[in-house]
């Protein structure tokens, strides 16, 4: 079982700022099949990327997601009001499908 | 438009039972990968089960096995989560979401059904 960590917990920022979000896995996630989503409170999660670094249909490019084997990245490059959430990773390469628990992007 | 809606939550006594389905409009059902995520209330994302497209394949995390059956009706455009013995821990809101392409990562969501398990 590969088991997700991000950090940090939560990232206290100011619009405008760049956001840099870890997720390491506790083994090499096969074929870069890792994803990244966004939810907003009473809001189903929405994929941003996949593919470790693939943009979903209708992304900013100012989410960019790399990495490989056991260490990933989500960039978001100048934040929006509207990119204050929670964010996860997960990996879709072995079962159990598991999430990471998340990181806080809040406001500073 | 894709839309995925699920029903069959509610309150329901430990060691029950219930029924989730998710309806499914917009895209060839048929086509892709299933799963059902849950959030517990106030907590993270926890992968419970997928599918195949034809049903031949399904996954299960650990915690659920062996109490939890995923099932789907391609010929209806449902797909069904049967769980059994519910636990207090089973208390979330269960999400049914659509593969992407050819991989099973969720991509499409429903906006998710209540299940409370309390006596």
């Known amino acids: 079982e590969i088991v997700l960590t991000q950090s940090p917990g939560t990232l206290s920022l100011s619009p405008g700022e760049r956001a840099t979000l870890s997720c390491r896995a506790s083994?090499?996630?096969?074929?870069?099949?890792l994803a990244w989503y966004q939810q907003k409170p009473g809001q189903a999660p929405r994929l941003l990327i996949y593919?470790?670094?693939s943009r979903a249909t209708g992304i900013p490019d100012r989410f960019s997601g790399s990495g490989s084997g056991t260490d990933f990245t989500l960039t978001i490059s100048r934040l929006e009001p509207e990119d204050f959430a929670v964010y996860y990773c997960?990996?879709?390469?072995?079962?159990?499908?598991?999430f990471g628990g998340g990181t806080k992007v809040e406001i500073k | 438009e894709v839309q995925l809606v699920e029903s069959g939550g509610g309150l329901v006594q430990p060691g029950g039972s219930l029924r989730l389905s998710c309806a499914a409009s917009?895209?060839?059902?048929?086509?892709?990968?299933m799963s059902w995520v849950r959030q517990a209330p106030g907590k993270g994302l926890e992968w419970v089960a997928n599918i195949k497209q034809d049903g031949s394949e399904k996954y299960y995390v650990d915690s659920v096995k062996g109490r939890f059956t995923i099932s789907r009706d391609n010929a209806k455009n449902s797909l069904y989560l049967q769980m059994n013995s519910l636990r207090a821990e089973d208390t979330a809101v269960y999400y049914c979401a659509r593969g992407l392409r050819l991989w099973r990562v969720p991509y499409y969501w429903g906006q998710g059904t209540l299940v409370t398990v309390s006596s």
């Open positions: 083994q090499s996630v096969s074929s870069s099949y």
């Open positions: 917009g895209f060839t059902f048929s086509s892709y990968w």
């Open positions: 593919g470790a670094s």
């Open positions: 997960q990996q879709y390469g072995s079962s159990p499908e598991n």
